[in-house]
């Protein structure tokens, strides 16, 4: 959560590159907005509000200085205000600050500067950060011991930027437990939370580990905190910056939706280092998944593939209580951490605890990620960049690759199914006019039921996710038996169930659900196979798919009718679904 920017350019004006860098970031939150720039003096402009906004009204690419930092907020400590925005600065205004993690001990800093005559503007904790750098600095450090100086003093996670104008054509960053990559280009660097929002300017990456610093002045040092050079390797991206782009759509949650049949066909150029990740793991006696939301649902479907298709024991746990409910493990466990980012908090905290009681294999979308370089195996979806911060074309891929790993660990058919998943979602996809009307429909109501068994019940989860993280209704998704254990009491006329029913074994238990849902008044969306006549005949409304996905590898399919819907219901209710309130796509704090 938040996002951060730094540039130092061989020449021309820094303010409108970090503008358009600090945009491709704003999924990462959007509560505030702001750009410092050194010329050397520093100049800020921020404000709380989304970046177009906060535009509007201040011209943010109106700063002089051909280096500069950049920031986006998702708030933590104090609310979403112009003085809480960041950069911060320390009390001369000659030292500023963007930071995205959260500093534990701030509230005893910041005590303590204050006794020393430190001004505080704002309630966050970040703002301890220039008055420590301001303090070294005026005890005689340069900019970038001071800094290291400050950072030792800190307990918490940081990423950031910092620039003074005490040291002109300099800028220092740093990372401790959030992500921060250093982009070299031709004689111009950057610093940013996330690759995306560089990639329009260099392909070429330097992923900076826990506890290094990294100065940019016209050339490139990292080091450790203790001043020692570290010796990086720099590596080159395949995302292409029109990837980061929204390409005609609308919106780019649209796009990914879209862009499903690909990112299942990339993904599954992947067989070759599955087969030799199954095979560097060994021999495995029990399976636990780790992850937190949508994730967290694409495990789910981990367990009933390999309990099902394999008989291998899964256990599937939430990643914020995996401290709580994880005394099993051992080594012949192995711990499957899926996670789009790579750099979710609560899975990272998990993983490490993992990492010296199981086996570890993180799945994971973002390259270099820190998750990718703390599990001990990795395997990437081919996903590119997902910038909507509802999870979308990256659940699928997650999909695939679990499916993959399940193929490679001993049901190999499952690979002929997978290898026609791109022409079920394409067909799938086609249907979206029809959607669009649905969607109009119950654009609405207050609340929305999604029901399914067996392999369909993760789907109905993954569905009510969607639904309530983009248009604000309240969605909740069941397994179809559970209804009459307490929720069918708010099932009442007219309330949508959708009913998640692909041919299978599960198919008429799922059946006698829906007629029991029918008998309260519920409104039925039947999803299911295009020649199912009965659940046709039971639905109000009816989305149909292709006859030859069975229940199986229906989690790959059945979702895509579901995005759709929750997509057209939040564009309906006049809402921003890229840009849900209260969320960021990346989240680093536990
Ligand atoms: C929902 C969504 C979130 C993420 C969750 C985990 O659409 O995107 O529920 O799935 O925050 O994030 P990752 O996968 O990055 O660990």
Redesign the pocket.
């Known amino acids: 959560m938040c996002g951060i920017v730094a540039c130092i350019l061989k020449d021309g004006s820094a303010a409108p590159v970090l503008l358009e860098c600090v945009r491709r970031l704003e999924y990462r939150g959007y509560d505030s907005v702001g750009i410092a720039t050194s010329d050397p003096m520093i100049r800020i402009k921020k404000d709380s509000g989304k970046i177009d906004e906060v535009d509007a009204e201040l011209d943010l690419a109106d700063l002089p200085g051909s280096m500069g930092i950049a920031h986006v907020r998702w708030a933590t400590h104090g609310l979403p205000t112009a003085e809480n925005a960041h950069p911060h600065t320390d009390c001369s205004g000659e030292i500023a600050v963007v930071h995205n993690g959260i500093i534990e001990n701030y509230l005893e800093v910041k005590e303590e500067l204050e006794s020393e005559g430190h001004i505080f503007r704002s309630e966050t904790d970040t703002e301890v950060i220039p008055h420590l750098i301001e303090k070294y600095m005026d005890e005689g450090m340069d900019l970038e011991a001071a800094t290291a100086t400050a950072l030792r003093k800190l307990r918490g996670a940081y990423a950031i930027a910092v620039v003074s104008s005490r040291e002109p054509g300099r800028i220092v960053g740093a990372r401790k437990e959030s992500p921060l990559i250093v982009g070299v280009g031709e004689g111009e660097y950057f610093l940013a939370s996330d690759v995306p929002a560089i990639l329009n300017h260099t392909s070429r990456v330097i992923y900076l580990d826990d506890g290094e610093m990294v100065i940019l002045d016209g050339d490139l040092r990292v080091t450790d905190m203790e001043g020692n050079t570290v010796e990086k390797e720099i590596h080159s991206i395949d995302w292409s910056a029109d990837m980061a782009e929204k390409g005609g759509y609308d919106h780019f949650m649209l796009k990914e939706i879209h862009e499903e049949p690909s990112a299942v066909r990339d993904t599954l150029t992947e067989w070759d280092e599955v087969l030799g990740v199954v095979e560097e793991i060994g021999e495995v006696e029990r399976i636990c998944f780790v992850?937190?939301?949508?994730?967290?649902h694409a495990s789910l479907v981990g367990k009933y593939l390999f309990e099902s298709l394999l008989g291998i024991p899964t256990d599937v746990i939430l990643?914020s209580e995996f401290r709580y409910s994880a005394g099993a493990l051992n080594d012949r466990t192995l711990a499957i951490f899926?996670?789009?980012?790579?750099?979710?908090a609560d899975?990272l905290n998990a993983l490490r605890a993992a990492n010296s009681r199981a086996k570890t294999l993180a799945i994971v979308?973002?390259l270099g990620s820190s998750a990718t370089r703390e599990a001990q195996h990795v395997l990437y979806t081919r996903a590119g960049p997902e910038i909507g911060?509802?999870?979308?074309k990256?659940?699928v891929s997650?999909l695939t690759v679990i499916y993959m790993l399940v193929a490679a660990m001993g049901a190999p058919e499952l690979m002929d199914r997978l290898g026609r998943v791109p022409e079920f979602m394409e067909r799938a996809l086609k249907d979206e006019d029809s959607i669009r009307e649905l969607a109009a429909t119950c654009s609405d109501v207050s609340d929305f039921f999604f029901i399914g068994r067996g392999f369909a019940y993760p789907t109905a989860l993954e569905g009510a996710?969607?639904l309530k993280?983009i248009t604000y209704i309240h969605g909740e998704g069941y397994a179809a038996g559970e209804l009459k254990h307490g929720p069918l009491a708010l099932i009442d006329n007219g309330v949508p169930v959708v009913a998640i029913s692909p041919p299978g074994p599960c198919h008429d238990k799922t059946l006698s659900n829906v007629e029991e849902v029918r008998a309260r008044g519920a409104r039925v969306i039947g999803v299911g196979s295009i020649s199912d006549e009965s659940l046709r005949k039971e639905a109000d409304d009816f989305i149909g798919l292709d006859p030859e996905v069975d229940d199986v590898i229906s989690p790959l399919i059945y979702i895509v009718p579901l995005q759709l819907l929750s997509y057209h219901v939040s564009v309906e209710r006049g809402l921003d679904p890229d840009k849900p309130k209260n969320?960021a796509?990346?989240?680093t704090v536990e």
């Open positions: 992850a937190c939301g949508t994730s967290y990643a899926i996670s789009q980012s790579g750099e979710t899975t979308n973002v911060v509802a999870a979308t990256t659940y997650q996710l969607k993280e969320l796509k990346c989240v």
